[in-house]
């Protein structure tokens, strides 16, 4: 009976392990998109930009922060920021590329303002994709997409009939 049992653990915790990889890849990638929609709803209510960003502006696997306040490019002195959500380092999961640059800074992050719309720091709007990733699956992937209307979308490439477009 205890062999029967060994058996049967060897062969299932490896699927047991999987299963718990795409479940952190659910959460982090629902997350991510519930507090970007955090940071739009926040823009539209305050009637100013608000902006989720990478904490140290260059990697979103390190953690992000939303926050309003000394956004606009004509920062007046004084001004202080008020941070309203943080995600800490999302280990083993990791971002597999670095988008939402602003083509002119390359600053990273995205930057709603008082309608809601994302844009860039030079006024274009932002249509872009974050590919979330398995430190241990390299076969997982969730793209976290964005489009121009300010909708976001969850896609697994590997199960997606529109491919994740």
């Known amino acids: 009976m205890l062999l029967i049992m060994v058996i049967v653990l060897t062969v299932s915790f490896p699927l047991l392990h999987k299963q718990m990889a795409i479940r952190q890849l659910e959460i982090i990638a629902k997350r991510f998109v519930m507090q970007a929609n955090f ?16 904490h140290d502006g260059k990697h979103w696997s390190d953690g992000w922060i939303i926050f309003s306040g000394c956004i606009d490019q004509h920062i007046k002195v004084g001004c202080q ?26 600053q990273k992050g995205i930057q709603f303002n008082a309608a809601g719309a994302a844009k860039t720091g030079q006024g274009g709007f932002v ?6 990733g398995h430190q241990y699956y390299s076969d997982l992937e969730r793209q976290l997409i964005l489009s121009s209307g300010g909708r976001w979308r969850i896609c697994n490439p590997r199960t997606d009939r529109k491919g994740c477009k």
Not at 39 to 54: D, M, W
Not at 81 to 106: A, C, T, V
Not at 127 to 132: D, E, F, G, K, P
């Open 39 to 54: 940071a739009r709803n926040q823009a539209l209510y305050l009637g100013k930009s608000v902006q989720i960003a990478p």
């Open 81 to 106: 920021r008020k941070p309203w959500l943080s995600q800490e380092g999302i280990f083993p999961l990791y971002f597999k590329n670095q988008g939402f640059s602003d083509p002119h800074s390359q």
């Open 127 to 132: 249509a872009n994709r974050l590919i979330l």
